[in-house]
């Protein structure tokens, strides 16, 4: 779909970072091919928006999400980290399913989105659903690979990183491990 905005502000986060007044944001397929002041176009275009003088910018980025986590939202929330991780958490996850996390991680990507956040890294298990939970909602995510002493192998994390570069144009896949405390020395070595 090629889209046109037009009469809007634009922050182009340029080296100035200044904002053009009256601008136009051009859009074709998933790329954007034009952002600065009005001009010219002999492009046919599926939609036209007229901003009304709103500011157009990029979208954020949440470098450290556990999507699924959304059901524990308010859960304990009063307890230490630990505490909270071995008695509550931990429990919980146990009883999710890869159905659970797909669902759990969609309803997590929307509300992103509210939040002008466009893109995530997540670091949470199974990371098949939470893949196709990111494609199906059409949202940019890099999956981190959540190494810790209890669920995952070196052999598990190189596997994932073959099989994730290749998935959609929307996922990437980087090496991680989940915290210090849930991470042995050999482990992170390896």
């Known amino acids: 779909m090629n889209i ?3 009469h809007a502000r634009l922050l182009t986060m340029q080296q100035d970072c200044s904002v053009q007044e009256d601008g136009e944001l051009w859009v074709k397929g998933n790329r954007i091919e034009y952002a600065g002041p009005p001009k010219e176009s002999h492009e046919s275009w599926d939609r036209e928006i007229d901003a009304g003088g709103d500011l ?3 979208g954020f980025k949440n470098a450290h999400t ?4 959304t059901f524990l939202r308010s859960y304990a929330d009063d307890l230490p980290l630990l505490q909270w991780l071995q008695k509550q958490v931990f429990p919980m996850e146990a009883k999710l399913t890869g159905e659970d ?5 969609k309803l997590a990507i929307l509300e992103y989105l509210t939040s002008g956040i466009t893109a995530n890294f ?3 298990f199974y990371p098949d659903q939470i893949a196709q939970a990111s494609v ?4 940019r995510t890099v ?3 959540s190494m810790n002493d209890f669920v995952s192998s070196l052999e598990e994390m190189e596997e994932n990183y073959h099989k994730f570069q290749n998935f959609s144009d929307l996922i990437g ?3 991680g491990f989940h915290a210090e405390y849930t991470t042995s020395k050999p482990l992170l070595e390896g």
């Open 136 to 139: 199906d909602c059409g949202f």
């Open 122 to 124: 997540d670091m949470y």
């Open 173 to 175: 896949y980087c090496l």
């Open 4 to 6: 046109r905005f037009y």
């Open 143 to 145: 999956l981190c690979s």
């Open 56 to 58: 157009l910018m990029p």
């Open 66 to 69: 556990h999507s699924a986590m």
């Open 101 to 105: 996390v797909y669902h759990l991680s």
